[in-house]
Structures are given as structure tokens and as C-alpha cells.
């Protein structure tokens, strides 16, 4: 009877761990799947550099916004990013999970093999990709800029360095106002404004101002714009709560 009794309890036992390890399986493909994204695009969008070579002058590289816009760009040896333009036209901009080793990126699905916040592998049959992350946090927060009033533009950039888009943009025709300075998420654009320019042209009916220039400029006010409405203005000024600028 005894032996009996000790048998099924052996056998209980061995359920229970079975039962243990199935549920710390479970726990960890959740784990994992709420880990990527938030390691994809962290707080709102990341840039991931491909298969980097540090003997490379451009590097290849991937990003993913929150919303699920995927994009392929370019890094020049100036690290400012551009839209890669050897892309294929009917590549869809979009990436998605399907489920916890899926990424899904246009309509090609690879294997999520290695995940971690300094590197993710890719596989496709046998062709591997390795993503490491750009160090950049895109988030902004009010009021962030301020150190940089009284600094040049060039100083500026040199801390947010991964613009895909610097230009000099006008007031009156012909007539510099600031220097625009666009992120990659095409939502993001900072305005660098001196209170005079001291190195580019104060005029000019074209309106193609060297940028090289403009980086010397003193910056005396900063502008912050999300999706084209002013976000943030330092110093700010109470005309700005009524003030939008589209382009």
C-alpha cells in the first residue's frame, strides 16, 4: 500500500514539473515577444545599423517606428541619413510581427534568431542579417534644446547628428529665416534660428544658401516641430501658441 501511495506520488510530482516547464516556456515566448518591439523602435522610432563594417564610408541601415513604418537609409561619412536609392519601388514601407520569431519587413519574413538591445539576427533561408543599434534617442522633451542657445549650428548637429534633411529655409523670398533640420521619422524638424546671420548670404533670388556656412551661425532660438505643428519653442514667446508653419 505504501508502495502505492509513493508511486503516485512521484507520478503527481512529475506532472507538476512538466506543467512548471511548459509554463515557464510560455512565459518566456511572451517575454520575448514583448521585448522585440520595444527593443525594435524603443519610445517611438530606433536606426539600426546592417551588417556594419567599420571599414565601410556608408553603412546600410534600417528603421522602425512605432507605427510600423520600416524604412531602408543610408548613413554618408558625415553619419547624416538618407532614403536608400537603390530600393525596389514596390518594396511596402512597413514592418510587422507575426508572431513571437516572425519579422515581417515589406512582405519578406525572416526569423528572428538572436534578440538583445545591442543586437537582433535576421535569417532568411541562408542569408543572415545582422542589426545593431545607432546610439540616438529621438524622443523629445520639453524645453531639451536650451543648452545649445548661444552655440553654433554645427555644435548642435554634432549632438543630434542623424538628420536626414539640413537646408536653410527663407522668410521674405530671398531672405534666410533659419536652418531646418529634418529627422528620419519625416515628423520631427527642428528650426535653428540665429538673431542675424553673420556667414551666408543675406540674400539670394535662388534661395541656395551653403549649408557648409550656415553651420557656423549662432543659434538664438530653437524651434521644435511634430507633424508640422510647433511643439516646442526655446526661448518661448506666448505669439507662438497661435503659430503653425507647414511646408
Known sequence: MDGKVLMRAMRVTTMLMAFTLVGVFMVSCADRRDKLPDILYGDEYRVWYVDFDNDDRWHLCFYFNKDGTWKILDQDPQDSLHKHVERCQFWTERWRLENDTTLVLGETAWKVRVVSPTELKLCLDTITMILQP????????QGKYGEFIGKTVGYFLSYHRFYS???????????????????PSDSLTIELAPAEFKHIKLFDEFQEWDTTLAKKENIAQIRVYKNDSLIDEIPWSERSKYREIKY
Open 165 to 183: 534633411n539640413l537646408m536653410v529655409v527663407a522668410g521674405k523670398p530671398g531672405k534666410p529665416r533659419a536652418i531646418r533640420v529634418d529627422y
Open 134 to 141: 545607432i546610439v540616438y534617442n529621438p524622443v523629445h522633451k
